[in-house]
């Protein structure tokens, strides 16, 4: 799984498949239900550890479902395999604005559903009005509202027992000019914070309410701290860093210590951003 994750960390799994349309999803929904084989559903890996034991069963990866269509004046359906990059481009071409808190998050549109993906300038929440998702048990699709996948701060009720295929996305006119300034400013903005090179998740843990996690993080002294090739980044303490070889165990380890030391010190107990999946 390390080939399939931005902190290239992860165990083998059993099996790994990219289906490329919605049909294939189901078959292969269908053939693991009537197998009783288990289904992880990923989509670009940007906010996973996966440990070192791997995945049992079938890795279902959305990464490569990558349609968009304009459907309305400014409502777009879009497929979850699509990089929110893409995403971004595709809407300032049309020049319908929104998106432009995607400027430098990487991933795809499932995983930006699911973790409520954003920035300061907004998030899915705001431009999503219905989702597209499959049930793994027995493969039937389901159709939410906004209001129904209950999204909050990194999180939304879009259970791991579906794989979501899309959404429909409404946005605003805005000329492209306009989107493009906001963007750059956005980029520049996060080129300066965010350590540049190594592999990692971006942020580590949610922020606590009116605080700051990196900043918690660095008021304990643990900015810096290394195990094994996983380090606390230098630049930015709220990012781990991989820096070729590191384990999950070393990554898991490295959180545990953070945490403890933020409880012990601070009195706040960090909340993991990241999802960790697979086995030990
Ligand atoms: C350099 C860097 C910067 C980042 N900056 C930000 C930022 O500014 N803001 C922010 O919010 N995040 C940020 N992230 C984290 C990450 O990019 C987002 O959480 C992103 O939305 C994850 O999308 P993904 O497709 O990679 O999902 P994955 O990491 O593959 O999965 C994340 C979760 O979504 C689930 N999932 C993914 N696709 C599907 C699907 N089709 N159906 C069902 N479940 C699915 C997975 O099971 C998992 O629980 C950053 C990451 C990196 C590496």
Redesign the pocket.
Same mark, same amino acid.
């Given at each position: 799984m390390r080939r399939?994750?931005?902190?290239k960390i992860g165990g083998p799994a059993d099996a790994y498949a990219e289906p490329r349309d919605s049909e294939t999803v189901v078959a292969l929904v269908r053939y693991c239900a009537a197998e009783g084989l288990p289904i992880?559903?990923? %989509? %670009?890996?940007?906010?996973?550890l996966v440990r070192d034991g791997g995945i049992r069963g079938f890795v279902?990866?959305? $990464?490569a479902?990558r349609n968009i269509e304009r459907v309305a004046d400014a409502q777009i359906e879009v497929d979850? %395999?699509l990089?929110?990059g893409k995403l971004l481009s595709s809407a300032t071409k049309w020049e319908l604005g929104g998106l432009e808190?995607l400027g430098? !998050?990487?991933?795809?549109?499932? %995983?930006?559903?699911?973790?409520?993906?954003?920035?300061y300038l907004g998030?899915?929440k705001d431009v999503t009005t219905a989702v597209r998702?499959l049930r793994l048990r027995d493969g039937e699709l389901i159709s939410r509202s906004n209001a129904e996948c209950s999204f909050g701060y $990194?999180s939304s009720s879009?259970p791991?027992s579906? !794989?979501?295929?899309g959404a429909t996305l409404t946005l605003e006119h805005r000329p492209t000019d306009q989107i493009k300034e906001v963007v750059t400013a956005l980029r520049a903005r $996060?080129k300066e914070r965010?350590p540049a090179g190594a592999n990692?998740?971006?942020?580590v843990f949610k922020n606590p309410e009116g605080d700051h996690a990196g900043r918690l993080i660095e008021a304990v002294g643990f900015k810096g701290t290394r195990i094994g090739s996983a380090e606390c980044s230098p630049a930015h303490a709220n990012?781990f860093v991989n820096h070729g070889d590191a384990k999950a165990a070393d990554m898991l380890e490295l959180i545990a210590q953070a945490r403890a030391k933020v409880r012990a010190q601070m009195g706040v107990d960090l909340v993991l951003?990241?999802?960790c999946?697979g086995e030990d």
């Open positions: 399939h994750t931005t902190l992880t559903t990923i %989509g %670009g890996g940007s906010n996973l279902l990866a959305t $990464r479902l979850a %395999g990089s929110t808190f430098g !998050v990487p991933g795809s549109v499932g %995983g930006g559903l699911v973790m409520n993906a954003g920035t998030e899915f998702s $990194r879009l791991p579906e !794989v979501v295929l $996060r965010e990692n998740a971006g942020s990012w951003e990241w999802k999946i």
